[in-house]
């Protein structure tokens, strides 16, 4: 069946690094374009980052570019989101999606929290 399986969340200090993975299995990975996601206490799910099916196009969120970067292993079918610099205001549970014509997969969430 299928399942997008998140993991590399935890507990980091301001100005940390992690790096969250997301492992795909059940459906052609590659035909899908992947995207994380973030949502925190209170507040509606956003946009973190995308990145098309071959890898020719990503796209950030104002509020982290320059400090995440996304990128995927269609060989593993692995994506995965490179944080740096974190901030408090990151704090967040990340969710990873596929999505290819009419079809999307969410996978559970990991949790990240920055703080000191």
């Known amino acids: 069946q299928v399942q997008l399986v998140e993991s590399g969340g935890g507990l980091v200090q301001p100005g940390g690094s992690l790096r969250l993975s997301c492992a795909a299995s059940?459906?052609?990975?590659?035909?899908?374009?992947m995207s994380w996601y973030r949502q925190a206490p209170g507040k509606e799910r956003e946009l973190v980052a995308s990145?098309?099916?071959?890898?020719?196009?990503?796209n950030y969120a104002d509020s982290v570019k320059g400090r995440f970067t996304i990128s995927r292993d269609n060989a593993k079918n692995t994506a995965y989101l490179q944080m740096n610099s974190l901030k408090p205001e990151d704090t967040a549970v990340y969710y990873c999606?596929?999505?290819?014509?009419?079809?999307?997969?969410w996978g559970q969430g990991t949790q990240v929290t920055v703080s000191s």
């Open positions: 059940g459906f052609t990975f590659n035909n899908y374009a």
């Open positions: 999606k596929a999505l290819f014509s009419r079809y999307t997969y």
């Open positions: 990145i098309s099916s071959r890898s020719s196009t990503t």
